[in-house]
T-cell receptor, first 114, second 113 residues
Framework: NAGVTQTPKFQVLKTGQSMTLQCAQDMNHEYMSWYRQDPGMGLRLIHYSVGAGITDQGEVPNGYNVSRSTTEDFPLRLLSAAPSQTSVYFC?????????????FGSGTRLTVV | AQSVTQLGSHVSVSEGALVLLRCNYS??????LFWYVQYPNQGLQLLLK??????LVKGINGFEAEFNKSQTSFHLRKPSVHISDTAEYFC???????????FGKGTMLLVSP
């Protein structure tokens, strides 16, 4: 019963490098989303998906791409990393519109761009 | 658009005191509301949620929150806090057809001996 798994837990990138943050869930949840957490800003939505093949932008999508080819996986891609993308990234999943169980969050990826 | 305002970025109390963390929301549809706690260098843990059932919601670790529709509030309280309650607390409202969350900026609670 893994829940939501994020990898890696820590990453240091140089400006201009690309990378993919992985997110996988084993609960057959329809909804998945990515957030970034910055001090004093709370968590802000980057991209989200309501099902396989369907994605949409959140509040802060610039510089990030996503795809959802399967129900289980929702990777977040940084095409050309910038210092402003230094943050802690959380992936979350949930099912249905009933929301009776809230959202399940991964343990986060701490990204530093130098 | 839905939004969340948490009043007070930092709250300091003594162990055993009552604590009240304030959250006001705006939503164009009946909201689902949540409180999450984040301990230092950890992920988010669900404290409690309101999903249109009873207005007084009881959560884990002795926390409770009351949904007030007329005041658009969902304040979190605990009658007697412990040092281990030191953490950051986030209020959130469901958005995008209930598929995502909009978070407040958080309130850091410091409980001293």
């Amino acid at each position: 019963n893994a829940g939501v798994t994020q990898t890696p837990k820590f990453q240091v990138l140089k400006t201009g490098q690309s990378m993919t943050l992985q997110c996988a869930q084993d609960m057959n949840h329809e909804y998945m989303s990515w957030y970034r957490q910055d001090p004093g800003m709370g968590l802000r939505l980057i991209h989200y998906s309501v099902g396989a093949g369907i994605t949409d932008q959140g509040e802060v999508p610039n510089g990030y791409n996503v795809s959802r080819s399967t129900t289980e996986d929702f990777p977040l891609r940084l095409l050309s990393a910038a210092p402003s993308q230094t943050s802690v990234y959380f992936c979350a999943s949930s099912y249905g519109q009933g929301m009776s169980n809230g959202y399940t969050f991964g343990s986060g990826t701490r990204l530093t761009v130098v | 658009a839905q939004s969340v305002t948490q009043l007070g970025s930092h709250v300091s109390v003594s162990e055993g005191a009552l604590v009240l963390l304030r959250c006001n929301y705006s939503s164009s549809v009946p909201p689902y509301l949540f409180w999450y706690v984040q301990y230092p260098n950890q992920g988010l843990q669900l404290l409690l949620k309101y999903t249109s059932a009873a207005t007084l919601v009881k959560g884990i670790n002795g926390f409770e929150a009351e949904f007030n529709k007329s005041q658009t509030s969902f304040h979190l309280r605990k009658p007697s806090v412990h040092i281990s309650d030191t953490a950051e607390y986030f209020c959130a409202v469901s958005t995008h057809g209930y598929s995502t969350l909009t978070f407040g900026k958080g309130t850091m609670l410091l409980v001293s001996p």
